[in-house]
C-alpha cells in the first residue's frame, strides 16, 4: 500500500504492465497501475444518481488483483481484472454491521456502482472509474495512508473474537462519540464515549502495550456508556494494530478489539 499521493499518482501516470482479464482500450493499451494504490471514495453514481459519500468510505487496490474497502458503513471485498484502461471488478463480500439510514443508501449505490466494467479517467489528484453508459461511476480521490502516532481515530466498528475479530456495530446512537489519538509523547488520549481517557502508550513493532488507564468520571447511560464499556475491556494486555490506508485495527490475542477511521 502506498505511502502518498505523490507515488499514488506517478503509479497512475506510468506504463503499467499487468496481466488482468476483461475486455480494455485495446491491444497494445497499457494497464491502468492501480495495484497497490489507495484512494478516498468521494462520491457513487448508481442508475445517473450520483451519492455524495460519507466520512470513511475508501477503497484500496491491492497486488493480488483484489480491492478492499469500506463504504462508510460495512466492509467490501472484491476482486479486480486490469486490462488497458479498464476494470472488471466482481464484488465478493460485504460484512452486515448495522448503519444508519443515510450510510445505507450510500452503500447500496456503491456496491452497484463499483460492479462490472469500469474504464478510468485519471485527472490530477482524482479517478473516475465509470461503465461505458456513464449511469455506474466511481469517484476517487488519492490521499496519504494515516499514521498510527498523531492520528485522531474516530471508533466505528467493535471485534468480538476469532482470529480475524468478527465485526459488529456500535451501539445505536454512539456513533462518533469514541475518539483516540496516539500522541508522540507516548499517550494514549481520547473519549471512550463518555469518558474522556488517558493512559502511557508502548508502541513496538506492531504491538501497543497500554499503561494504566486514567479517566473522567462523568455518569453516562445509555449506548453512550455501553460503547465505553466495550471499549475499555478492549483496552486491556498488549493489543495487535493493522493499518489500512486511513482504517486501524486494533485486536487482543483473543480477537477483540475495534476499528477507526482517520479523522
Keep these: 500500500m502506498l505511502a502518498g499521493t505523490a507515488l499514488a499518482l506517478l503509479l497512475l501516470s506510468a506504463c503499467g504492465t499487468g496481466t488482468g482479464g476483461g475486455p480494455g482500450a485495446g491491444a497494445g493499451s497499457p494497464d491502468l497501475p492501480v495495484a497497490g494504490t489507495s484512494w478516498t471514495i468521494a462520491a457513487a453514481t448508481a442508475d445517473g444518481v450520483r451519492s455524495v459519500a460519507p466520512s ?10 483484489r480491492a478492499r474497502g469500506n463504504s462508510g458503513c460495512n466492509h467490501f471485498g472484491a476482486s479486480v481484472a486490469v486490462r488497458g484502461d479498464t476494470l472488471t471488478v466482481t464484488q465478493e463480500e460485504v460484512t452486515e454491521m448495522g ?4 450510510r445505507l443508501r450510500f452503500e447500496t449505490a456503491l456496491l452497484k456502482a463499483f460492479s462490472g466494467e469500469l474504464r478510468g479517467r ?11 453508459d456513464g449511469r455506474r461511476a466511481v469517484e476517487l480521490t488519492a490521499e496519504a495512508d494515516a499514521p498510527l502516532v498523531g492520528t485522531a481515530w474516530t471508533v466505528d466498528g467493535l ?6 475479530g468478527t465485526a459488529t456495530s456500535l451501539p445505536a446512537g454512539s456513533e462518533g462519540r469514541a475518539k483516540l489519538t496516539f500522541g508522540k509523547d507516548g499517550r494514549l488520549a481520547g473519549s471512550l464515549g463518555c469518558n474522556r481517557v488517558t493512559a502511557p502508550a508502548r508502541i513496538s ?3 501497543i502495550t497500554l499503561g494504566a488507564i486514567a479517566t473522567t468520571r462523568m455518569i453516562c447511560t445509555g449506548p453512550q456508556m455501553d460503547l465505553e464499556t466495550a471499549l475499555y475491556e478492549r483496552l486491556d494486555g498488549p493489543l495487535t494494530y493493522r493499518l489500512d490506508h486511513r482504517t486501524l485495527t486494533v ?5 477483540q478489539g475495534f476499528t477507526a477511521r482517520a479523522s
Design 251 to 255: 485486536t487482543d490475542a483473543d480477537g
Design 205 to 207: 513493532g506492531r504491538t
Design 56 to 65: 470513511g468510505a475508501e477503497v484500496a487496490f491491492e497486488a493480488d488483483g
Design 122 to 132: 485519471q485527472s490530477g489528484t482524482s479517478l473516475v472509474l465509470a461503465s461505458a
Design 99 to 102: 448503519c444508519d439510514a443515510d
Design 159 to 164: 471485534l468480538d473474537g476469532g482470529a480475524e
